[in-house]
């Protein structure tokens, strides 16, 4: 079993996930639109972007059981990053008026939610199999910029 961290920035409308913010505060600025960043800003993610999650799945398709090893699952490695590191790369892309387009309202339900997720994974397994990532966030919000 290979898990994901969550996806972001995935296309798409707004959901309510408490996880959603985490595309929508790239999603919507860049589109001109509101979002909400509903946690602190130093509270830290992991995420993987849609052609990483893509990427992993077809990878560990490929990977013979011997190779496999444990049945135990695996998660796939990500991206590791603030939710400033997040607005940053956004900044670094859109320039500065995109922060016109958030706004900082906390929400103490996705806020305690979301500070329970893990951040920080270590894998020698996921190393082995080479399912590290390499990418950076502002590629990502990069490479969404342009195929939208």
Do not use: C
């Not at 290979?2 to 959901?15: A, C, E």
């Not at 490929?62 to 956004?90: E, F, K, V, Y």
């Not at 397994?125 to 966030?137: G, K, M, N, P, Q």
């Amino acid at each position: 079993t290979l898990r994901l961290m969550t996806v972001s920035v995935r296309p798409g409308k707004p959901n309510q996930a408490a996880s959603g913010f985490l595309s929508g505060m790239i999603r919507e600025p860049l589109s001109g639109l509101s979002s909400n960043v509903p946690v602190p800003l130093e509270t830290e993610v992991a995420l993987n972007s849609p052609e990483q999650a893509v990427g992993g799945l077809i990878r560990v398709m490929g990977i013979s059981d011997s190779d496999w090893g444990s049945p135990l699952g695996l998660n796939l490695p990500g991206i590791r990053i603030s939710i400033q590191g997040m607005i940053d790369a956004l900044v670094q892309v859109a320039g500065s008026d995109v922060m016109g387009h958030l706004t900082f309202q906390p929400d103490y339900v996705i806020q305690n939610i979301v500070t329970g997720w893990p951040s920080r994974f270590e894998s020698a397994r996921a190393s082995r199999l080479r399912l590290e990532t390499t990418e950076s966030f502002r590629s990502v919000v990069e490479r969404f910029r342009d195929t939208r």
